[in-house]
């Protein structure tokens, strides 16, 4: 007799679609570790690409169904995910590689806010 087991939390958690990505890197480590993990709003967005000195054009994105992630790494590779669970909360999952370099690496993504009541367990930013 064989027995299928399917993980019940694998069932209640779902990928999110990226509707926009943005990759980089900065020679200043220093700003990584202050730097956010989600923005909701156009204000703080557009200070990140300030004090990131993000070449490309400042997106315009429409935070009342739009949110944005952030993930950084020392190591050369990165990716960015998001996960929805049952109760509305958002779990970004970055993945990099171990071979730090100088400097760090950026990953910035947009996904629709539609459902999202928490970013790990806490409040989003209301949009301004």
Do not use: C, H
């Amino acid at each position: 007799m064989l027995a299928l087991v399917m993980n019940a939390n694998a069932q209640e958690r779902k990928p999110l679609e990226t509707l926009k990505e943005w990759r980089g890197s900065n020679p200043n480590e220093a700003l990584a570790k202050d730097g956010p993990k989600s923005i909701s709003n156009a204000k703080e967005l557009e200070k990140l690409w300030k004090a990131w000195d993000i070449k490309e054009k400042l997106p315009e994105i429409d935070f009342s169904k739009e949110i944005i992630l952030i993930e950084t790494t020392r190591g050369s590779r990165l990716n960015l995910k998001a996960i929805l669970d049952e109760k509305g909360d958002l779990q970004p999952l970055g993945i990099a590689t171990r071979d730090f370099g100088p400097g760090f690496r950026y990953v910035i993504i947009s996904i629709n806010k539609a459902g999202i009541k928490t970013i790990q367990g806490k409040p989003i930013t209301p949009v301004n």
